[in-house]
């Protein structure tokens, strides 16, 4: 495997696959899949032992890939997801965020924070240390109806659907 990436399973995939005389694009296929499963492991147990971080989700994932001694590059092509600037990339996004175990409201503020920096929008931030009296906002704003402060109507719109879509896999899981 590619910048330190071993797995023995993954090896052993690969000697099965050699002798089985199957496709090659059969093969990259069932590597990738491997792989994805591997890295989607070692980032739940990165994600446990680091806890979360109020970054946007690209960051976080960065991070979470360093400590798991992953290339972070690898890991956003890998899963398809660079700066969650479609409706696509919110809905893998939402995938894998189940899939390594991030809790929803987590993954939604992350998801705000980078459509936030990648559209110059502010929009709300939950605030973990709310007091008692912000927490029935800071409950409202973890829903899908998200006020969208942009002047723009394409890039609220944008917003919004990145947002939905991202949620919308999530929730479906």
């Known amino acids: 495997m590619r910048n330190g990436e071993t797995n023995p399973k993954i090896t052993g995939l690969n000697r099965a696959l050699a002798v089985a005389g199957t496709s090659a694009e059969f093969e990259e296929r069932c590597r990738q899949a491997a792989l994805r499963g591997w890295r989607t492991r070692r980032l739940r147990a990165e994600k ?86 912000n927490r029935a906002d800071a409950a409202l704003l973890s829903e899908a109806s998200i006020p969208c402060l942009s002047t723009e109507p394409e890039t609220a719109a944008m ?3 990145v947002l939905s879509a991202a949620e919308e896999e999530y929730d479906q899981g």
């Open 48 to 133: 446990e032992r680091m806890g979360f971080r109020r970054v946007s989700f690209v960051e976080y994932l960065k991070t979470l890939a360093m400590g798991s001694g992953i290339d972070a590059d690898q890991v956003l092509r890998g899963f398809g997801i660079s700066d969650l600037a479609t409706p696509k990339e919110g809905r893998l996004a939402g995938w894998l965020a189940r899939r390594i175990g991030i809790p929803r409201s987590e993954f939604l503020e992350q998801v705000r924070i980078g459509l936030s920096k990648r559209f110059g929008d502010p929009m709300p931030v939950l605030d973990r240390e709310t007091n008692s009296k």
């Open 159 to 161: 917003i919004q659907s």
